[in-house]
Structures are given as C-alpha cells and as structure tokens.
C-alpha cells in the first residue's frame, strides 16, 4: 500500500531533550516536507527536500533540523524542543517539485513539549 | 508572500450544498489545492485547479478566477461523512496553506 508513515504518533517530551520524528514513504517520491498545524495558523512549511541531500528551509524553520540521506526518509530534529514547538506535525511527499503535483500526508505526530 | 483566506465555519443540513470561498493575494501562483481534513487526520486531496473555470468531481466541485484571486469549492448533497475542515492551498513551487474551513453537517 502506497503511504507515508510517521513515528512516533504522540509523544510529550520535556523542554531541551532531543527529539526525532521519523518520516518514511514507499512512493519513490522525490520531493518531501514538513508541516506543523496549530489552531487558527493552518499548516505551515517548516523544512523540505527536492531529493537526497538537498533540504532548504520553509516558512517556520527555526528550532528544527532535517537530513535527507535516502530518498525514502525524512526525519524532523528537535535538537533543544521548546513549548512553543507543542503542535500537530504533518509530513508529505509528492512526485517531484511540480507545481500540479498532490502531496500526500503522513498520519501526523502530536508532540506536547513540557 | 502569500496571504490566503477562506471563513473559519460553516454549518449546512444534510442534503443541502454549501460554498466554501477562498481568496487569495500571493506573489506566484501554479495552482490551487484544496484538501478535506477530518479531525485528527491527516488532509487528503480533493481538487486541483490551474485554468480558470469549473472542475467537476462527483459531489465535490471547485472553481478558479486567476484575475480576481478567488476559488471556491462546492459540496453538493451533503452528507454526515462530509463534517471537516476544508483547506484552500496555493502552489507557487511551495505550498501556502490558509487556516482552513470547518464544516459542520447537521442532521
């Protein structure tokens, strides 16, 4: 079954200790990114990759990390997570860069940071 | 930037229809998405609009003006199922959300 899946589902964590979402697809897309939902801002871009090794940053990227070593995975780092960094966390892949291309959404993660 | 914006509620009776509008003012534009979120889920595809005019999709139908900024997505013979959020995106090589659409179905 073609997905995107996300680990772990739900997590609360404390302030400062490092965290890592992990991001996996099976779709050989090239393209992947990641997204935080907060009530009443929508989903915001925070980091995304064209392809292996090639990550830039989106609208929101301060406080995170990515690394794109294979084209499959896409993990998010939270080197120091702060409370403000409690959100929904969403990521997507799509074929390429295309702007017609539909990006498809892993189930999302909830972090609570305390 | 982009600046994307569409009502914050709806409610409508099952059967009925209901318009969702979306507006919007950014500096590139290759497309628009829109996306139905239900609670606590991950947002799926709806529709995809790059030439001004209507798509239809069975029950879902949406519609582009380029030179006015404007979408909406229609939702015709409204069913419970249908209660989501509904999220207007525009793609300039980087997709802009807006802070989404609740739709509420009533029996």
């Known amino acids: 079954e073609a997905q995107v899946t996300q680990n772990p589902r739900y997590l609360i964590t404390v302030t400062g200790k490092k965290l890592t979402v992990t991001c996996s697809q099976n779709m050989n897309h090239e393209y992947m990114s990641w997204y935080r939902q907060d009530p009443g801002l929508g989903l915001r871009q925070i980091y995304y990759?064209?392809?292996?090794?090639?990550?830039d940053k989106g609208d929101v990227p301060e406080g995170y990390k990515v690394s794109r070593k294979e084209k499959r995975n896409f993990p998010l780092i939270l080197e120091s997570p702060s409370p403000n960094q409690t959100s929904l966390y969403f990521c997507?892949?799509?074929?390429?860069?295309?702007?017609?291309?539909?990006?498809?959404f892993g189930p999302g993660t909830r972090l609570t940071v305390l | 930037g982009q600046n994307i914006d569409q009502p914050t509620e709806m409610t409508a009776t099952e059967g009925a229809i209901v318009q969702i509008n979306c507006t919007y003012q950014t500096s590139g534009f290759n497309g628009l998405f829109w996306y139905q979120q239900h609670a606590g889920e991950a947002p799926t595809f709806l529709s995809y609009?790059?030439?001004?005019g209507l798509e239809e999709k069975g029950r879902f139908s949406s519609f582009l003006s380029r030179s006015k900024g404007y979408s909406y997505l229609l939702l015709k013979e409204l069913q419970m199922k249908d209660s989501a959020s509904y999220l207007c995106a525009v793609s300039d090589y980087k997709l802009s959300f807006g802070a989404g659409t609740t739709v509420t179905v009533r029996a």
């Open positions: 997507a892949s799509s074929l390429d860069r295309g702007s017609y291309n539909e990006q498809f």
């Open positions: 990759s064209m392809n292996v090794e090639v990550t």
């Open positions: 609009n790059v030439l001004d």
